[in-house]
């Protein structure tokens, strides 16, 4: 079995032999996979009328769990944008019914925001969609080998991303 990966790197190292290519051979496919998920992603949300970032606050929410409500505050570290565009984005998904402001009964000042039923429902089927995409994506391994993969790849993120080893 041969793909589009061995071609480059076999080209490569006929013009310049001395390198090692090894990381070529890893990276370059985990970038190509990443240019599927994305395309799996997209497609999934769009069946529920959702762009991704509309799913990343929604699914954010989500997982919080009953009352599946966040401060703003929150909602930012769990999607990493600035200030001012998680209140444009949560604007907007308000408007479209899938999720709303409530006082926080713990802060005067401050506010909640939660999934409604439309949201929770949206957000669950987009989940489910993106699942069977990604089960389609990684269908050529079997459960023990996704395993081993999921540990591998985890080896390398957490530098990164501040995990433990």
């Known amino acids: 079995m041969r793909d589009e990966v061995d071609r480059l790197v076999e080209a490569w190292r006929r013009e310049l032999p001395d390198l090692d290519l090894r990381p070529m051979e890893v990276l370059s496919r985990v970038s190509r996979l990443g240019h599927h998920l994305d395309r ?10 959702l762009e991704p970032w509309e799913f990343d606050v929604l699914a954010a929410l989500r997982r919080a769990g009953a ?3 966040l401060s703003p505050g929150r909602l930012l570290k769990e999607t990493l944008v600035t200030s001012g565009t998680m209140t444009n984005r949560v604007d907007r998904l308000a408007a479209r019914g899938l999720v709303q402001r409530t006082p926080d009964p713990h802060d005067r000042r401050g506010v909640l925001v939660g999934l409604t039923v439309a949201g929770r429902v949206t957000v669950d089927g987009a989940l489910e969609g993106l699942l069977a995409r990604e089960q389609a994506l990684l269908a050529g391994l079997d459960a023990a080998q996704q395993g081993t993969l999921a540990r591998l790849l985890r080896t390398l993120v957490v530098p990164f991303e501040g995990g433990t080893p």
Do not use: D, G
């Not at 799996?40 to 009328?49: G, K, P």
């Open 40 to 49: 799996a992603r997209r497609q999934a949300f769009a069946e529920h009328a």
């Open 67 to 69: 009352p599946y409500q």
